[in-house]
């Protein structure tokens, strides 16, 4: 490893990063393959932002000019474990992991920013570009092309050391760095996440149908969206999001180091009640989740989750 990418690494460490690798910006024809497959599977529901600009996903150069590699950051946003509650008592729903607390797109970002900035001032006329979850990146693949983690069969990043529960930012770069070696896919035959999804979104192993997600219903649906039936009567807990996939995976359930990020960390965010957000006022709702991801769903579309889920909660009541 030469010195260069040995100080940004450090670089990297400094500013609080989880992990960061280097791969290649060149796409296998299988992974091209696969992402068309998907679309025309209409898997993708509504997101239609991501069919739109399938020649810049499989394409970096059309991005950044001379695309060469792209450095892959990874952030751990594990808070902890939703508490026991007794549920009999208190309507109340799940918020998931990700979204306990400050909205990662501006957490991580300002520390892919930093991390560019110095690598501008170590690589004189070097051309970079970074995103969070915000451009037409493959941030997945290059995940694991670069070592990050390996893809699970519930389609997400699994890391070594921190599972799933990690943010992915990349930088792509007209520099060509040494690349980093991908590790074994280690799911092995476990098929646990497929089993435990309670709708079958996961039609196959790294295979997500959007259409049959909760965390798509909860989180990324607009709100004049009609929410299907499969969701209604299978998600008697989630208000946003859906953590079930990641909860049941060995690699998860051994997990004991929080983050360090205090930005992802609420311990009072776990649950929300939800006749307080039924009743919640749009000025309320704007000063409570101002940095929150939560309010990437829009206050209508929490209530409509809301009233879902009080409607599941008064049918298992009748019927026990």
Request: aromatic share 10%.
């Amino acid at each position: 490893m030469n010195q260069i990418k040995s100080n940004i690494i450090a670089k990297a460490f400094q500013i609080g990063l989880s992990d960061i690798k280097f791969t290649s910006s060149n796409i296998e024809e299988s992974t091209k393959i696969n992402l068309q497959n998907w679309i025309n599977s209409n898997y993708n529901v509504n997101m239609q932002y991501i069919a739109n600009n399938v020649d810049k996903r499989l394409n970096p150069s059309i991005i950044l000019e001379n695309c060469k590699s792209v450095i892959v950051c990874a952030l751990n946003y594990f808070p902890g474990n939703h508490p026991t509650i007794d549920n009999g008592n208190k309507l109340v729903g799940k918020i998931s992991r990700y979204a306990q607390n400050i909205d990662y797109h501006f957490v991580l970002l300002d520390k892919i920013k930093l991390l560019e900035e110095y690598i501008k001032q170590i690589i004189p006329n070097i051309k970079t570009r970074s995103y969070v979850d915000t451009g037409h990146i493959l941030e997945k693949y290059f995940a694991q092309q670069s070592g990050i983690g390996w893809q699970g069969k519930h389609s997400l990043i699994i890391s070594q050391k921190y599972g799933s529960y990690i943010f992915l930012g990349v930088i792509l770069t007209d520099y060509e760095f040494e690349v980093d070696a991908p590790i074994l896919d280690k799911c092995g035959t476990c098929q646990r996440c497929i089993v435990a999804c309670p709708t079958n979104a996961l039609v196959k192993p790294k295979v997500l149908d959007a259409n049959k997600c909760i965390a798509y219903w909860t989180v990324e649906a607009k709100p004049e969206e009609n929410i299907p039936e499969i969701i209604k009567e299978n998600n008697s807990e989630w208000l946003f999001g859906c953590d079930i996939c990641q909860e049941v995976c060995p690699y998860n359930k051994v997990l004991k180091e929080k983050t360090h990020i205090i930005e992802f960390i609420n311990e009072n965010n776990f649950y929300s009640n939800l006749i307080d957000m039924i009743e919640m006022s749009p000025e309320n709702f704007n000063l409570k989740y101002k940095k929150s991801p939560i309010k990437r769903r829009k206050l209508s579309g929490l209530k409509l989750n809301a009233a879902n889920l009080i409607e599941h909660f008064n049918k298992a009541k009748e019927s026990d």
